[in-house]
């Protein structure tokens, strides 16, 4: 069966310090892989996703990155956080065709202060 | 970008059905989704339905698709106090989520 996972499940990082968050994905190959976030209150807004390794679409102009370096791995980076960066990160997987539903991890609570 | 709107909040009692609306404007959208989110937690598929099929039902939930309206309506039947949760829905184009209804329950 499938799993992911996501670390940290919190996070508290002062302003200006940088951010890594990983998502792993057991049990499937070739994932379609997304980052999300959701601001305190709000709904999920998604940041970037991946179709494959090295291949990363950004949805919104922000202050944060994403890379894949491995088929089943998805790193969410920032080299100096804002405090508008803190919210509930989310990482989703998905099969590359079919009914597309996605899976979701965990999540990380990050807050910046 | 996307347009995926909900209303933020429903309250219903115990026992009565609760009725959760989202509007979307892609019509390209194969597949539409609704999940639930439980406090602190990720995004659980409760059901999805495929764009040529008005109505699917799957024991409480029943979802509803006006394809001409780019409506979607999710109705559980006998709400119970558990279901309290945020609701999204979701169209597959690119993964675009709603606002989330929260959904309280009063016992």
């Known amino acids: 069966s499938q799993t992911i996972h996501q670390w940290p499940a919190t996070l508290v990082q002062p302003v200006g310090s940088p951010l890594s968050l990983e998502c792993t994905v057991e049990?499937?190959?070739?994932?379609?892989l997304y980052w999300y976030r959701q601001a305190a209150g709000r709904g999920l807004q998604l940041l970037f996703y991946?179709?494959?390794?090295?291949?990363i679409s950004s949805e919104v102009p922000q202050n944060l990155s994403a890379s894949r370096p491995q088929d089943r791995q998805f790193i969410l980076s920032s080299k100096k956080l804002l405090l508008s960066d803190s919210g509930f990160y989310l990482c989703a997987w998905s099969l590359e065709r079919g009914v597309y539903e996605q899976y979701f991890g965990p999540g990380t609570r990050l807050t910046v202060t | 970008g996307e347009d995926v709107e909900q209303s933020l909040f429903l309250s219903v009692r115990e026992g009565d059905s609760s009725v959760i609306n989202c509007t979307y404007t892609d019509s390209s959208s194969t597949y539409l989704y609704w999940y639930k989110q439980e406090p602190g937690a990720g995004l659980q598929l409760l059901t999805y339905?495929?764009?040529?099929?008005d109505m699917k039902q799957d024991q409480r939930l029943t979802v509803l698709l006006n394809k001409k309206d780019k409506h979607l309506s999710l109705r559980i039947a006998d709400t119970q106090t558990g279901d309290s949760a945020i609701y999204f829905c979701a169209a597959n184009n690119k993964f675009y989520f709603g606002s989330g209804t929260k959904l309280n329950v009063k016992p």
């Open positions: 049990g499937t190959s070739n994932p379609n």
């Open positions: 991946s179709v494959g390794i090295g291949q």
């Open positions: 339905i495929f764009s040529n099929m």
